[in-house]
Structure formats: C-alpha cells, structure tokens
C-alpha cells in the first residue's frame, strides 16, 4: 500500500503501513529460524527447573512445557493470519476491535511489558561477559562500586557492550533481525548436541534426575496434588509466550504466505520447546554427578566449564540473548511507540525509545528494589495480555470474518473511529476480562501488602491468561452484538489477498 492520500498523519507511516509484495520475504523456514532462535534462550531453559523442584518427574515437566507452547500457538497463528492477510502490524490491527485512538491502550501495555524485558536482558547479557570474562582471567573483574548506580565500572561497561551490540541490529532494522535469527538457529542446535555429548562424556551418563520419579506419585511427599500444581504451571509456561501472541502480525506482515507462517509456526515453537525443556533436564541431571548439585543455571555452568569451553560458551550465550532480546522484546514496542506518534516517530525511533528506556531504567536497580517479584510482575502480565488477545481474535473471526478495510485502519473519521476513536465495547470486555485476575496477582507480587486476599481469586489467579481471554472474548462478542455500540459495519475489503 503506498501513502493514502486520506490518511491521518497521525495514524499512518511508511513503517506502519501495510506491506508490500517485495517486503513479504519471509518463508516458512525463516519463521521456524525465527523461532528456534527465541526459544534457545536462558529464561527458557530454566523453565523445567521450577518443575522439576516443584515435584514433577523430568517428563511430566517437559510434556508441561509442550503442552503449554502448543496452546499458546492457537492465538499465535489466529492473530498472525491478519498481519500475513493485510501486512499490518499489531498495533494497527487493534484499531479493528479497539479503535483508532482507543488502540493506543493494547499497544502501550505490550511496551511497557517489552520494554521491562528488554532492560532485563540487556543487563543479563551483560552479567554473561562480566562473569564469562572473570572465568578466562582467571579472578573476578571490577572494583568498587559507582556512587548512585550500585554497580562496579567493569559491569557497566559490560552492560553498555552488550546494549550496543543489540543497537546496531536496531539501526539495520527488521531484515537484519531476520538474518541473525536465520543464522543462528543452527548454531543454537548443533551447541545443543555438543553440550549433550559434553555432559555424556564428563558424567559417564545422564545422571540421576531422569529416574526420579514425580512427587505426586501414590507414596510420593505431594502424592495426589498434580493437578494443584500443574494448572498454574501451565498458566505461567503460556504466559511466557503471551507476549509475542499478541504482536506475531509484526513478523506475519512479512510472511511470503499464509501457509509459510503457519507451517513455520508450527514447526518452529512447540516442538522445539519442548526438545528445549528436555535437553535442561538432562544436562542438569548430570550436573549432580560432575558437581554434587544439580545447576539449572547455563551462565553457572558455563563458569565452571575451563578452557576453549568457556569461550564458547561465551560466544553462544552471547548470540542467544542479543537473538532472543531483539525479537521477542524490541520489534514490538518499537511498532507500538511508533503508533502512538506516527508523524513524529518512525519504528526506528520507536527502536531508539525502547534501548533508552533499557539505559534509564537501569535494569540491576529494578531487579533489587523488587527482590525478585519483577518476575511474578512480567509473568503476571499475562492476565492483562489475555485479554487482549480475546478481543482481537473475536473481532477478526467472528465481528469481521478476517475481512478489514485496510485503508480505514488509517483514518480518524472512518469505521474503526467508533465513538472519538475509542471501542467501548472493547474497552469494557477488557476492563471485565481483567478484573477476577487483579486480586490473585496483587497478593502474588505483593504478599506483604496483600495478604487477605481469598482462596478464590488466588485459584482464578492460577488460570489468570485462560480466565482473561475467556472473559473477555464472551463479552466482547456479546457486546459487539448490541446495536448502540456497534459503530464499525463489518464489510467486504476488496484489496484483501
């Protein structure tokens, strides 16, 4: 789509506009790329440990993990197909459902979220070289810590590194993100070999994890609680993903066909991620026998490596995070910042927004001051994420049968401008699909400040992304149904594809 001359500045750049046939490169083996390269990453490896500690055996653990990547991959490709249709982002497509205006909600809470990982990571990423670089000298870098910033220079610089190595992906733009994670996947598999051939080696085996059986078996310390500890698992395994659930038409807008995103898709989330989970049991299992414990942590291990091994290591952890951080927590935001101010800020500037608020927000601070809860707080954002995702596929599927008028998505008088660009229908199944969860994570993040709260809501709490797109999905369909609110006509879109 070139410029449409009725655009509203406001609502239209060249960044947000629809795709053209020349941009729509990406095949299916470029999503399967795309993905491999975003599960084969630390946070995600660490996902059985909370299992398995839990009292799961290794393969209740990992069948969890499947499990929960192939829910989550429903909205993924439901909400994927509109950016493959029509070539629009996520915080255009939400314009359909939210309006003009009101899309400006959805987009911002999927940056705040991203731009919190974002920071995290980076500070992540740069941890690895500060410990990594202390393993090959031989002692521990730095020195006294800086006045106002908590943290030792060598640390600094090692932070500042990492956060610029990730800046030169974003001045080079989405094509350059789309070859690192091309690239890089079948480094990420082949390591995954070689570290199961290293732990085989080293330990003479497999180790003992793999043959503990789950705690929840008849005998077992939580015998008959599987289910008590399953379903918020499995929440949170699908609240990992939930991000990206929502802002997939940022990378489906590329897709050569529909058929290459969902082959792609499928090929590339579930199973990996599962190979991924029990790949960590594994080599964990044979880390009880080469160390005495077991170390769910890869930067832990990979300090206790010596030699060429560390450098290794090094490089791959390195190339993991700053493949994972660019996709999964830097395309969204910089779309979403772009869409709140179209005229004024491009994708790259919305680029340049999120490495500065990663900067500002100074991550190793964050961390600190909340003694942890920051995780239960991203993960948590699942029950606001859920909701969203409920309104969106309802609209598509169901309100507009996958038909849009594209060139309505950009005017602030057109259909989707329902009552002064905001939805109130979707607003309002928002604000009810969100409600039931905000008890349970108030007490989860909070406990001190929260401690009253009922067995109820901490139980809703435990199935807080189902609840949510549940909730709201039924509401915004019924809602949309009365005629006062219904404002934006479904209609045949004739430059459909």
């Not at 939400?94 to 959805?106: C, D, I, N, Q, V």
């Not at 995290?120 to 800086?146: A, N």
């Not at 390591?191 to 005998?219: M, T, Y």
Request: with cysteine; net charge neutral.
């Amino acid at each position: 789509m070139t410029h449409e001359p009725n655009a509203n500045p406001n609502l239209w750049n060249a960044d947000l506009a629809p795709t053209t046939a020349a941009q729509r490169t990406w095949r299916w083996y470029h999503f399967a790329a795309l993905w491999v390269g975003m599960v084969m990453c630390i946070p995600a490896y660490t996902l059985s440990a909370s299992l398995v500690e839990g009292g799961m055996s290794a393969w209740q653990a990992v069948g969890t993990v499947f499990l929960a990547n192939a829910i989550v991959l429903v909205p993924m490709l439901a909400i994927g197909h509109a950016g493959t249709k029509y070539g629009i982002p996520y915080a255009v497509l939400a314009r359909a459902s939210f309006g003009t205006s009101g899309a400006k909600l959805p987009a911002l809470m999927r940056a705040i979220v991203a731009c919190g990982w974002y920071g995290i990571q980076t500070w992540f990423g740069g941890q690895m070289i500060y410990t990594l670089l202390g393993v090959l000298m031989g002692h521990e870098i730095g020195g006294d810590k800086i006045a106002g910033l908590g943290i030792n220079g060598a640390q600094l610089a090692c932070f500042l590194a990492f956060w610029a190595i990730q800046f030169w992906y974003i001045v080079h733009g989405m094509d350059s993100i789309r070859k690192l994670e091309t690239y890089t996947a079948p480094l990420k598999i082949a390591i995954c070999f070689v570290l199961l051939w290293w732990v085989n080696e080293k330990a003479g085996g497999f180790g003992p994890l793999l043959d503990q059986p789950s705690a929840f078996a008849p005998g077992g310390a939580k015998a008959g609680q599987f289910w008590t500890a399953f379903w918020p698992s499995l929440t949170a395994m699908v609240g990992f993903w939930a991000t990206l659930a929502l802002n997939i038409p940022d990378f489906t807008r590329f897709a050569h066909s529909q058929k290459d995103q969902i082959v792609g898709q499928s090929v590339g989330l579930p199973v990996p991620m599962g190979l991924l989970a029990a790949l960590a049991v594994i080599v964990t299992s044979a880390t009880v026998v080469l160390y005495g414990k077991a170390i769910w942590d890869p930067v832990d291990l990979a300090a206790r490596m010596t030699g060429v091994a560390v450098l290794v290591a090094l490089v791959v952890l390195l190339v993991d995070t700053v493949s994972v951080n660019l996709a999964a927590n830097l395309v969204g935001p910089a779309y979403d910042f772009s869409a709140l101010a179209p005229k004024t800020i491009s994708y790259r500037t919305g680029g340049f927004i999120t490495a500065g608020i990663a900067l500002a927000m100074m991550p190793w601070k964050l961390l600190e001051t909340t003694q942890g809860y920051i995780f239960t707080w991203l993960i948590g954002y699942s029950a606001l994420l859920g909701p969203i995702a409920g309104v969106l596929i309802v609209d598509y599927y169901f309100v507009r049968k996958t038909e849009l008028q594209v060139a309505e998505l950009y005017r602030d008088n057109g259909i989707y401008s329902y009552r002064n660009g905001w939805n109130l229908a979707a607003i309002a199944a928002f604000a009810v699909g969100v409600a039931p969860n905000v008890p349970g994570f108030l007490n989860a993040a909070f406990p001190a400040a929260f401690p009253t709260v009922s067995d109820l809501f901490k139980t809703i709490y435990t199935y807080a992304w189902f609840v949510g797109i549940a909730i709201s999905a039924i509401v915004y369909g019924a809602l949309m149904r009365a005629p006062a609110l219904d404002t934006a006509t479904p209609v045949l879109n004739g430059e459909t594809r």
